[in-house]
């Protein structure tokens, strides 16, 4: 823990687990956390330092007592729950506690704006390990997110339903909905069914930023995926509605994504995609990343029916290595690629405008490929050991 991210706050409440180590050692009195307001602990004599005299056993009942902009300190233990933060508050981990979600929807569910979820462990949910959903200004940083994602078509939780043509995936390891200006920084997000995912069934997802992730071994899916499921995000005109849906002014920069989608060959490093009519993905930017081993290309951009967005998007910058081990069955790409742009219908109205710049793409037998309807601008490329920088489909 780092105690610099709890000193001068007005108030704390400690969470003490059965097995607690607390802190590496007792703060000096100049320099120890305000004292707490509400204090119990069901092993008192396990604890060190500040977590000696825990208040709560049970993270979700001290998230209750706790007043907007206060800490809950969780210390090191096990806890079987399904945390939900309906406040702003800070949740912040010390001593690498676990939240066992088994059997659990969710591990943590943010449904709080200015919320705050650091350095815990989350795993073995159906479906999220983390989910923040209609929330803006929201951080989850320094997080282990692992195991999580497990339901199957026939679980009872919603985000495991398949709906409008989008297949159920039970919402990833941690995953924004409707999220607007937040962060999800410094996370580990691996073993999951899918890592981490951006999406806008109840309204748009915008502005956010994913930074210095590491997300890698997510087997049936993709590592970032950043698809529409809004039907409203643009007009069947093309006009795009930006206050009813749309994923849009993201940036997913400097993370390192591997080894996604190997189980079934249905993951990206990175998917940006429009599945259905009314969706829209626009003006995202996928930066400075490390992108390795993934079943689909590094970049994937999927427009999967007419009548869709997906104009705008940014790729620059990133090291993209030997991707597409399984093959793209969608855009018919069986060869390792680092990037690909699929457009579904190649006479609509609006081709798929993308910029792909300064990026490195080395052991793959194309570096980019592209089908008809789409508009490159490509500039600034290198490759190392690749057949081709551009492949155009027909």
């Avoid at 602990?41 to 000696?52: D, I, M, R, V």
């Avoid at 803006?136 to 994602?149: G, K, L, P, R, Y």
């Avoid at 748009?204 to 049936?220: I, K, M, R, S, Y």
Wanted: glycine share 14%; with cysteine.
């Amino acid at each position: 823990m780092r105690l610099k991210r709890v000193l001068g706050i007005p108030a704390i409440v400690l969470v003490a687990g059965s097995l607690s180590v607390g802190l590496s050692a007792a703060p000096s009195e100049a320099s120890a956390p305000p004292a707490a307001r509400l204090l119990v602990a069901a092993t008192p004599s396990t604890q060190l330092g500040p977590c000696k005299s825990a208040t709560y056993t049970t993270i979700q009942s001290a998230v209750d007592a706790a007043s907007p902009g206060e800490v809950v300190v969780v210390c090191t233990g096990t806890y079987n729950e399904d945390v939900k933060l309906t406040k702003p508050i800070t949740l912040l981990g010390t001593g690498s506690p676990i939240i066992n979600a088994t059997g659990q929807d969710n591990g943590i569910l943010i449904v709080a704006s200015g919320a705050t979820v650091e350095d815990l462990t989350v795993e073995n949910a159906i479906g999220e390990g983390i989910l923040a959903i209609g929330v803006h200004n929201v951080t989850i940083e320094h997080n282990v997110v692992q195991h999580n994602d497990l339901g199957t078509p026939t679980s009872s939780y919603l985000e495991c339903q398949a709906a409008q043509g989008v297949p159920g995936d039970c919402g990833e390891g941690l995953h924004l909905m409707g999220v607007a200006d937040s962060q999800v920084l410094d996370n580990v997000v691996r073993d999951n069914s899918g890592g981490i995912l951006l999406t806008d069934e109840t309204g748009p997802t915008h502005g956010n930023l994913v930074e210095g992730n590491v997300v890698d071994g997510n087997a049936f899916d993709c590592g970032i995926t950043m698809p529409s499921h809004n039907g409203k995000a643009v007009t069947a005109a093309g006009t795009l509605q930006p206050t009813l849906g749309g994923v849009y002014d993201n940036t997913v920069t400097r993370n390192v994504i591997f080894d996604n989608g190997l189980a079934d060959g249905a993951g990206a490093g990175v998917l940006i995609a429009d599945p259905f009519p009314g969706t829209a993905d626009y003006n995202n930017t996928v930066s400075d990343n490390t992108i390795e081993g993934n079943g689909n290309p590094g970049v994937t951009m999927h427009e999967h029916a007419p009548g869709t967005y997906l104009g705008g998007n940014v790729i620059t910058g990133n090291t993209i290595l030997t991707n597409n081990v399984e093959g793209d069955p969608t855009s018919g790409d069986t060869a390792t690629t680092g990037i690909v742009v699929y457009a579904n219908n190649a006479a609509h109205a609006s081709p798929i405008h993308v910029t792909i710049t300064g990026n490195l793409f080395e052991g793959d037998v194309w570096g980019i490929w592209e089908t008809a309807g789409t508009v490159l601008t490509q500039a600034g490329n290198t490759t190392v050991g690749v057949n081709g920088l551009v492949h155009q489909a027909a």
